[in-house]
């Protein structure tokens, strides 16, 4: 499905997911913490987890194959049960 850059609601899966790669670096690396100094109390944090990024990048990074045509290769595998009959 190739993108519309007429409609407002298109998504261009490729791009959100190359920003996102540079997100997710730029928290690995530590530049997306925010500290505040409140006397001698410092806090440190992120607007977002690694985690939701991961999960975002990941999203965007299927949907883009999907986008170009391509198949995406599965995520999870479904692990078969055995029970020994005693």
């Not at 977002?48 to 990074?61: G, M, P, T």
């Amino acid at each position: 499905m190739l993108q519309n850059p007429d409609d407002p609601t298109s998504i261009d899966w490729c791009a959100r997911a190359a920003k996102l790669v540079e997100v997710e670096m730029a928290m690995l690396t530590g530049d997306m913490i925010t500290e505040a100094r409140f006397g001698a109390d410092m806090t440190r944090f992120s607007s977002a987890s690694l985690d939701q990024v991961k999960r975002a990048k990941n999203e965007a990074i299927r949907n883009c194959q999907i986008s170009r045509g391509e198949t995406p290769k599965r995520v999870r595998y479904a692990k078969l049960a055995r029970a020994r009959p005693y």
